[in-house]
């Protein structure tokens, strides 16, 4: 919101604005956020940090993902860690949020991704729609080096609390397929690593409705239990389709990436 | 065949009733199948027998120099910096060997033609890298052939890959490089009348040893000699069909061996191959030809009333340009054709063509060399059965010139897949990307050299180019190859970059860039992985993803799919071994040890055959029964694939099956069945002389029909009394219109076939496919009936076709199943998956008449003496119950547990766990006689009807003597894939069954699903528990392992810790780890609470906090200098376990470390960890009896054991770590366990 006026009332909710992440917001033009935002409503609420990462997706009291947030993995050719985290980008203007409607925000961020090795190693932009049922997520990362992998380089990363959906039953669905049922172990147990790639849908039976990630145009979900290897609970890449490869591929600079998806919380009525 | 219709609402025929309109007619049978029978084939009918060269004109004189040469192969040497640059420097240069008066006489024999990579007798050579050897032999000429003018020419056919030729010591011209294009020498000034000598100097160099290279090598084609009456001649000529114009286009390569340019008026002649006739003679403009060889243009040539060339109709021409005395100075076969890519087509001459293909091995033409005319009798045969291209496989080797000819002359189209680069004469695949340009000469010699074979319609330059794999990149070489070729071949003949390469993934990826004429895929869903419908939906998102990323319509083919061929081989030794199991009660325990035996066995041989088959065919059947695994293997993975292909409309137009050619006809000899190998009659007879006629076969001319008649995937099983619905599809790949119709029937056992409604599918064009429901109510036979559902196909009134699906009708049984009291299930799966599940257990067992007490509460299994687990049902309530449960079941109690999807160890039984993937349509019956298979056979194990078909989703590992049914693997190399999906197990006074079938979910609408669920029922509730469960060695039943921060002690290592995870530099004794550098350290390992694989958690040092250690590297044989032992390590409590974080490096069998524990009453005790059991290599980790990966980073892991601490109650006070001094054992982190937890085992609470 920007400053207006003359009045001890609009300075003092200037201050305010600028002060701490705002709530809510007024007209319909793009307003810049640069202490992040935080978004409430019947169902859905999250906080939009800075950075464009999103934290705290909650229906009502309910945890959904703890975390969500733009990230990049290359294959090294010396050794080096060769990740990009969307904390760490290089800002590219401050977070944008417009209001759609009531109750309905969409919220733009955009940045530079880098590491110690790479000053400017991609840019890229993220759209949100949030509304009280559904945020949808929109990507496009265009890089500036050439980078190589097996597999997908970037992707939108979501970390799932355990909490939440420990014995919970899910569907999984690849395409148009009628999909495959099964349930997040409790107990980590290396034969039930959960492992899938290629998902377009993962739907979770929670107690006031259905948890439900899905995906659009060329987007998959690749699902893990990172148990396995020392993390706290579940994953989900959401990424561009590329196929895996047995050796690596190099993307040349100015390669584009791009990837949407939605989260929904279906609940009951 | 005409038939009367009856119109009838009602019609009782035999014990089935059908409600719908039918036919009384007689039935039709299927047309008769005549498997496995000697070939009947007219070999008059076969051309000359042996190498099929390109013909000469007939006033040539030819004289062969094929047969028996001296040859001597010389050592490389050294590889030179460039071993291409292969001078003239060797022994044979320095001794004379291309002399005419050298004694040759203490050489080898060798023939000619043949590749030196391959054994005289055949069989496999040596595979070297590349030889240089020296062929001789001497020729005569009579006076005739040198008088008049004319030209000697030497005509080589193919030699590989540089070839230097002396004639009488002199030398013939300059060196030849290439593999795959004929080349010529005039070597008139150096012939003489009478004996001639002629030497060549063969030297390869490829850069790697491959087999596949064996059979081009050295001279591998005919030699022969040519005197030519022209002073002028042309070796070869490029001619062009202009379809739409009747003419055709030369250009023509002609060698003016003079020594000044000549002018020539010449005159073309066609004639109509063999029998000469003249289509039409031409003058054509003259030409100035310069000294040398030369390709020109020589004009258009009108062809009156054209007669096209095509499978259908393999016309051949000859164009022989003679000059103005008449004399012959070239002839070139050719065909008046014209194929072409457009849209989603292909067509040939103008008419859509879609390819019914096979993938054929070139080797098979090396190992039959046409010799008795039989790999022109193989061809004919192949396309007997409808098959009308082939792709000769370009991993495989280059195929002869013989193989063209044959292919012009009996009308087979080739799709030319390239394998020059595979074989470019540089280093391998390696720098394949770059071969394929750098090879442009040789591959545009071999394309001019076999321009116009008509049968060559279509390119590929290579098997397989994946973008990017390797970081090998094609696309800007395969487009500049486009470029080129499409710049040569005036034809204009379709281009595929690469066949197999345009995968839907590559496709969606964004990096391919080059152009392309023609898409084609590779892949195998539906044969070894997946179900028939993930094939189909495949297809489909296929063309779409394509279409969107070209942005308009492509033809598209698929080159390999179902399996290769080779799957069904059979071998003594695999036979030797297995036979005698199959004769063994296969209930009893010694006959599933000695099928997981070889279930597992690593020996490919074995194991890898075994594995092969449980995709189609279970190992009983593959062992015992020969006729059914090969007419399994026709009909799952041969007829159902090409089905799909053929049914797929222009998504996909046509394939080439990976079938061998052994698959359809076996050559003479014993080889290659199970007689010959344990003495069991089978269906190939020993000892024939005749080449064999295979089932595989049959199936090929049937699905391979040009009009076909096929069903959908519809439901096999369905139940008695219900309606179905199966989509019929005619497909009409004829260019010509037909009225067709469908006659349907049910025949099932030995009843009269009940007729199906008529279809009529009316008139359908040329090309065009079209699908009409079949809709019928189905019998009720008084027993289970098998049978098929037959089709069979009329087009304009006659019969064309026919096909048939097996079907069973499992009898009607709604006795209800009464539970008799004490039965409880426990069913949960609708609230776990409230909203995405409607069938459950509950609701199955209500069709079938069972309604068993619901279970309220763990707490009350005392009451009941079976308890019934639903699909789906394993929750957190159930998994906490796992202990009471297993007690229960020892204590007499039984479970029935229906299909489960929560993976892990199964709460109740450790013995099993749950596992995911390979979900398929096939199970194999491992104990046939087992009650659980009462009525039902192998055969009603496939293809269980529901969305995808699949007969299982998740199965039980791992695989142990509890097996009751196999799941297939998704590749016969792995061998921990082969997974019990039914199980039957003794425990303590009970009994558990598990069942992984999706009985639950089929049993609406399977009647084998529906009978597997009574037959698990009846069975369950027996007294008692049955001999068919066996008892396996109890393993420790605890919960899954998790240890809570609360009861953990972390045991302080830090100033035990004299190590890092870092090192840099090997051997130096600074830095960490075990001092072996950079390469052999565990810097991956994370730092501070890790709770690794969510079991225990552990406090790992930072080693920046403690100075640079953080762990305790202690003494091994490649490492003494570093201490035997760490002594006094504080612990300070009472534990119940202790477990440990460690690894090994160059770990030796048997004792690698103990630990020795200090009480506070004085005691000590040790526990002694062994390699085998404990603490195992880091490299390749693996579980082991007490030893679980708990971290990995790429290949080096690290294990987590348990020591169960036999003095809980007594406080320890320090450990101790000693090395035994052979391994080098690390240790990480400990952790004590402080508080009790329950467990089965037994160890008292304090």
Redesign the interface.
């Known amino acids: 919101m920007k400053a207006s006026g003359h009045s001890l009332v609009v300075s003092l909710l200037a201050v305010l604005v600028f002060a701490s992440p705002c709530r809510a917001a007024a007209p319909s033009e793009w307003l810049a956020y640069p202490k992040g935002f935080e978004y409430t409503s019947e169902w859905l609420s999250c906080v939009v940090k800075p950075s464009g990462e999103i934290t705290a997706v909650k229906a009502r009291d309910v945890l959904l993902v703890q975390d969500l947030f733009l990230h990049g993995t290359y294959k090294p050719k010396d050794r080096h860690d060769a990740r990009f985290f969307q904390q760490a980008a290089e800002q590219a203007g401050s977070l944008e949020v417009r209001k759609l409607e009531e109750g309905r925000y969409a919220v733009a961020k955009s940045g530079v991704l880098r590491n110690k090795r790479y000053a400017e190693a991609a840019k890229y932009s993220q759209h949100v729609t949030l509304s009280p049922d559904r945020m949808e997520f929109r990507y496009e990362v265009e890089t500036l080096v050439p980078l190589s992998s097996n597999t997908k380089i970037f992707l939108t990363l979501l970390t799932l609390p355990m909490a939440t959906y420990a014995n919970r039953g899910y569907r999984l669905r690849k395409g148009e397929g009628g999909g495959s049922l099964n349930v997040f172990p409790e107990a980590y147990d290396k034969r039930s690593d959960i492992r899938a790639g290629g998902v377009t849908e993962l739907r979770v039976v929670l107690d006031k409705g259905h948890f439900v990630l899905e995906t659009g145009d060329n987007t998959v979900i690749s699902l893990s239990d990172t148990r396995g290897w020392g993390g706290k609970g579940l994953r989900a890449d959401v990424h561009a389709f590329i196929p895996w490869r047995q050796k690596p591929v190099t993307y040349p600079a100015g390669t584009k990436f791009a990837w949407s998806f939605r989260l929904v919380f279906d609940h009951e009525k | 065949m005409s038939r009367l219709k009856l119109a009838a609402v009602f019609v009782l025929l035999g014990p089935f009733a059908c409600t719908l309109e039918a036919r009384s007619a007689e039935p039709l049978t299927p047309l008769p199948e005549a498997p496995y029978r000697a070939l009947e084939f007219d070999r008059t009918r076969l051309g000359p027998a042996g190498w099929r060269l390109n013909p000469v004109p007939s006033d040539w004189q030819t004289v062969s120099l094929d047969g028996t040469w001296k040859y001597k192969e010389l050592p490389l040497g050294k590889a030179a910096k460039d071993p291409f640059a292969n001078p003239l420097d060797d022994a044979g240069i320095h001794e004379g060997y291309y002399k005419s008066d050298f004694d040759d006489r203490g050489w080898d024999d060798f023939p000619v033609p043949w590749s030196w990579y391959r054994a005289a007798d055949g069989g496999r050579g040596k595979y070297v890298s590349g030889k240089l050897a020296w062929y001789r032999r001497t020729f005569e000429l009579k006076p005739s052939q040198l008088a008049g003018g004319r030209r000697i020419v030497l005509d080589f056919r193919g030699v590989a890959a540089q070839a230097d030729v002396w004639v009488n010591g002199r030398k013939a011209g300059p060196r030849h490089v290439g593999r795959y294009d004929s080349f010529q020498y005039d070597v008139t000034p150096l012939a003489r009348a009478g004996a001639n000598t002629l030497a060549v100097r063969v030297y390869e160099w490829r850069g790697d040893t491959s087999y596949r290279r064996r059979d081009v090598g050295g001279i591998y084609q005919p030699v022969r000699l040519l005197a030519v009456p022209s002073p002028l001649f042309s070796n070869r000529m490029m001619v062009t069909s202009l379809v739409e114009r009747k003419m055709i286009e030369v250009e023509a390569e002609f060698v003016n061996p003079t020594g000044s340019a000549v002018t020539r008026k010449l005159t073309a002649e066609v004639a109509h191959w063999p029998t000469g006739r003249v289509a039409n003679t031409l003058p054509l403009r003259a030409v100035a030809i310069a000294p040398g060889r030369h390709w020109l243009q020589l004009g258009r040539i009108a062809l009156p009333n054209p007669v096209p060339w095509s499978p259908d109709n393999p016309h051949l021409y000859t164009l022989r340009l003679a000059d103005e005395q008449g004399r012959s100075v070239g002839l070139q076969r050719f065909g008046f054709r014209d194929f072409r890519a457009r849209g989603e087509w292909l067509y040939l001459n103008g008419k859509k063509f879609k390819p019914r293909g096979f993938t054929f091995s070139v080797r098979t033409l090396s190992l039959l060399h046409n010799r008795d005319g039989d790999t022109e009798m193989l061809l004919r045969f192949m396309k007997s059965l409808g098959i009308n291209m082939i792709r000769p496989h370009s991993g495989t080797g280059m195929r002869r010139e013989t193989f063209y000819n044959l292919c012009d002359e009996i009308g087979i189209a080739v799709y030319e897949d390239w394998s020059g680069c595979c074989y470019a004469h540089r280093t391998g695949d390696r720098n394949r990307s770059d071969n394929l340009l750098s090879s442009w000469p040789v591959y545009e010699a071999h394309v001019r050299d076999y321009y116009s074979h008509p049968c060559l319609v279509m390119w590929s330059f290579g098997n397989e180019f994946?973008?990017?794999?390797?970081?090998?990149?094609y696309s800007a070489n395969v487009d500049k190859l486009y470029g080129l070729l499409k710049d040569l071949d005036r034809q204009g003949r379709p281009i595929c970059g690469s066949t197999g390469r345009y995968?839907i993934?590559?496709i969606?990826?964004?990096?391919l860039k080059e152009r392309t004429d023609v898409l084609d895929d590779h892949q195998y869903r539906g044969a070894t992985v997946g179900s028939w419908q993930?094939n189909i939906?495949h297809i489909e998102?296929y063309a779409r993803a394509a279409f969107k990323f070209y942005g308009r319509p492509k033809p598209k083919i698929d080159c390999e799919y179902a399996v290769p061929g080779d799957n069904l081989r059979y071998r003594t030794l695999t036979f030797k071994r297995l036979f005698p199991a199959f004769q063994l009660d296969p209930a009893s325990a010694e006959f599933k040890r000695r099928y997981i035996d070889f279930l597992t066995s690593k020996t490919a041989e074995i194991g890898g055959y075994i594995r092969g088959k449980l995709n189609y065919c279970s190992p009983r059947i593959y062992v015992t029964d020969e006729a059914e695994c090969r007419r399994l293997y026709s009909q799952k993975l041969f007829k159902r694939v090409v089905e799909v292909y053929r049914r797929a409309g222009t998504r996909c137009l046509g394939g080439h099956t990976n079938a061998q050619y052994y698959d359809l006809l076996l050559p003479p000899g014993a080889w290659g069945n199970t007689a010959s190998a344990y003495g069991k009659p089978g269906p190939i007879p020993q000892g024939r002389t005749e080449w064999f006629v295979m089932p595989l076969a049959f199936t090929v001319k049937r699905v391979y029909n040009p009009v076909l008649v096929s069903a959908g995937v519809f439901n096999q099983h369905p139940l008695p009394g219900s309606k179905q619905t199966v989509p019929i599809f005619v497909t009409n790949d004829l260019n010509e219109p037909g009225t067709f119709e469908v006659e349907a029937q049910l025949r099932l056992g030995d009843s009269t076939p009940v007729a199906l409604p008529r279809l009529a599918f009316g008139t359908m064009e040329g090309m065009t496919q079209k699908s009409i429901p079949l809709t019928f109510v189905v019998p009720r036979p008084a027993a289970t009936a098998r049978g098929k559902l037959e089709l069979h196909l009329f087009k304009n009134g006659e019969r064309v076709g026919d096909n048939d699906y097996p079907v069973t009708v499992v009898a009607d049984d709604s006795t209800p199943i009464p539970p008799g009291g004490k039965v409880a299930l426990y069913d949960s799966a609708e609230r776990?998956?409230?909203?995405?599940?409607t069938d459950t257990t509950t609701q199955a067992l209500k069709a079938v008449g069972c309604r068993p007490e619901p279970l309220k509460s763990f707490d009350e299994l005392d009451r009941y003496r079976l308890l019934i687990i639903g699909a789906?049902s394993?929750?957190?309530t159930l998994?906490d119950a796992g202990e009471r449960i297993h007690r229960w079941v020892k204590n007499g109690g039984k479970i029935l547990c229906f299909e489960q999807?929560?993976?892990?160890?199964v709460p109740f039984y450790p013995n099993y766990?749950?596992?995911?993937g390979s979900s398929a349509t096939y199970v194999s019956m491992s104990v046939p006689t087992h009650p659980l298979f009462r009525g039902l056979e192998q055969e009603d194990f496939d293809n269980w009807f529901g969305?995808?078909g699949y007969a299982f989703?998740f199965a039980l590992?791992p695989l142990n003597e509890g097996l009751v049914a196999v799941a297939p693997t998704g590749s016969h190399n792995d061998r921990e894939d082969a997974r019990p999906v039914i199980a039957d197990v003794k425990l303590g006074k009970g009994q558990i069954v598990f069942s992984q079938l999706t009985v639950t979910k089929r049993s609406a609408s399977d009647g084998v699903a529906r009978a597997c669920l009574r037959n698990l029922l009846h069975y369950a509730l027996r007294d008692g528990v049955s001999r068919f469960a066996l008892e396996l060695p109890e393993q420790a039943f605890t919960?899954?392992l998790?240890v809570e921060d609360k009861d953990a002690l972390f045991i302080d290592l830090r100033r035990a810790a004299n190590r890092g995870f870092r090192d840099d530099v090997q051997g130096d004794r600074k830095g960490g780890w075990t001092d072996f550098g950079?390469s052999g350290d565990f810097r991956e390992i994370?730092t501070g609470p890790?709770?690794?694989?969510?079991?225990v958690p552990f406090r790992i040092i930072d080693p920046a906090s403690n100075g640079g250690k953080s762990c305790i590297v202690l003494k091994g044989e490649k490492r003494p200098y570093f201490p035997d032992k760490v002594v006094g390590i504080p612990v300070g409590a009472k534990l119940n376990s202790v477990y440990i974080l460690h690894t090994a490096m160059y770990a030796k069998p048997g004792p690698s470390v103990r630990y020795v524990f200090h009480y506070a009453n004085g005691e000590t005790r040790e526990f002694v960890a062994t390699t085998g059991r404990d603490i195992p290599d880091w490299w390749r980790p693996k579980d082991r009896a007490n030893a679980i990966?708990v971290?990995?980073a790429g290949k080096k892991g690290l294990y987590m054991s348990e020591f169960a601490n036999p003095l809980p109650k007594v406080e320890i006070k320090t450990m101790d770590i000693v090395s035994y001094g052979k391994s080098i054992p690390v240790v990480v982190a400990v952790t004590g366990r402080k508080r009790f937890v329950s467990v089965v085992a037994g160890q008292g609470e304090e």
């Open positions: 994946y973008e990017g794999q390797g970081g090998t990149y995968n993934g590559l969606q990826s964004g990096l993930d939906d998102k776990v998956f409230r909203g995405l599940i789906n394993f929750d957190k998994i999807r929560l993976c892990g160890k766990s749950i596992v995911a969305q995808r989703e590992n919960k899954s998790y950079a994370p890790s709770r690794l694989q969510g079991k990966v971290f990995r």
